[in-house]
T-cell receptor, first 115, second 111 residues
Framework: DAGITQSPRHKVTETGTPVTLRCHQT?????MYWYRQDPGHGLRLIHY???????DKGEVSDGYSVSRSKTEDFLLTLESATSSQTSVYFC??????????????FGPGTRLTVL | QKEVEQNSGPLSVPEGAIASLNCTYS??????FFWYRQYSGKSPELIMF????GDKEDGRFTAQLNKASQYVSLLIRDSQPSDSATYLC???????????FGKGTKLSVKP
């Protein structure tokens, strides 16, 4: 258990509404990631963080923003949700104990439906 | 664009057989390689990682890496129905530890 929780676990919302997903970790890892997973596309990186207030874009960042004000929390915000953002969202942390080997461990996921 | 390719399957093997899952990657500079297992409706779970050419064994799982040919494979010996899942190959893609994932191969082990 990598000590990662995500909330909410399921959410249904309407087009145009803002949505914030939360990732919480208990093990003080520096690196945190947000992915989305869609049939036919696999896991794709949205944004990542390499420290408090240090974030960067991933492959599919358009329409998403992130914030990290504390080591343990990494928030993903959809400013105005669209149906194309219906997906399963996974948070991941990077295991720094292993050094440069970059293993990532995933949270349980959030299933988001935008109607 | 760095890419990781996997056969989507489904790959079907009988119980007790060896399942062979393959993955190719485009970035010759990649240094670390990972196999994740994902059950339906669940999150990916790390099962193996490999950094050096050759084989790495862990129980019924063997990861094989050939950097010259840019492929990595996962062998599952004595396959069990509980091994039925989607297997994701991932390759490190940058200095910040980012991983690039393949789309996954769905494995079905028939009793």
């Amino acid at each position: 258990d990598a000590g990662i929780t995500q909330s909410p676990r399921h959410k249904v919302t309407e087009t145009g509404t803002p949505v914030t997903l939360r990732c919480h970790q208990t093990e003080n890892h520096r690196y945190m990631y947000w992915y989305r997973q869609d049939p036919g596309h696999g896991l794709r990186l949205i944004h990542y963080s390499y420290g408090v207030k240090d974030t960067d874009k991933g492959e599919v960042s358009d329409g998403y923003s992130v914030s990290r004000s504390k080591t343990e929390d990494f928030l993903l915000t959809l400013e105005s949700a669209t149906s194309s953002q219906t997906s399963v969202y996974f948070c991941a942390i990077r295991n720094q104990v292993a050094g440069v080997y970059n293993e990532q461990f995933f949270g349980p996921g959030t299933r988001l439906t935008v109607l | 664009q760095k890419e990781v390719e996997q056969n989507s399957g489904p790959l079907s093997v009988p119980e007790g057989a060896i399942a062979s899952l393959n993955c190719t990657y485009s970035d010759r500079g990649s240094q670390s390689f990972f196999w994740y297992r994902q059950y339906s409706g669940k999150s990916p779970e790390l099962i193996m990682f490999i950094y050096s050419n050759g084989d790495k064994e862990d129980g019924r799982f063997t990861a094989q890496l050939n950097k010259a040919s840019q492929y990595v494979s996962l062998l599952i010996r004595d396959s069990q129905p509980s091994d039925s899942a989607t297997y994701l190959c991932a390759v490190n893609g940058g200095s910040q530890g980012n991983l690039i994932f393949g789309k996954g191969t769905k494995l079905s082990v028939k009793p």
